[in-house]
């Protein structure tokens, strides 16, 4: 996971995005009003989620 600062992010959005779609990088994008964010790919996305529901449901009661 890589942080980089909004202008850094603006001025290279490209690269990136890049970055995250082709080598799964994660990065948190660092705002100066601490609404900080995260880019990742689509597919770690969805990765991370179905880890989340998966979890959830082993631990749920009903499992």
Known sequence: MTAVTSGEFLNEFTLYAD????????????????KHLI??????????????Y???KQNSPEA
């Open 19 to 34: 970055r995250a779609h082709e080598n799964s990088e994660t990065f948190i994008i660092q705002r100066e009003n601490g």
């Open 54 to 56: 998966f979890a959830k």
């Open 39 to 52: 880019l990742m790919s689509l597919d770690s996305f969805n990765a991370l989620q179905k880890e989340l």
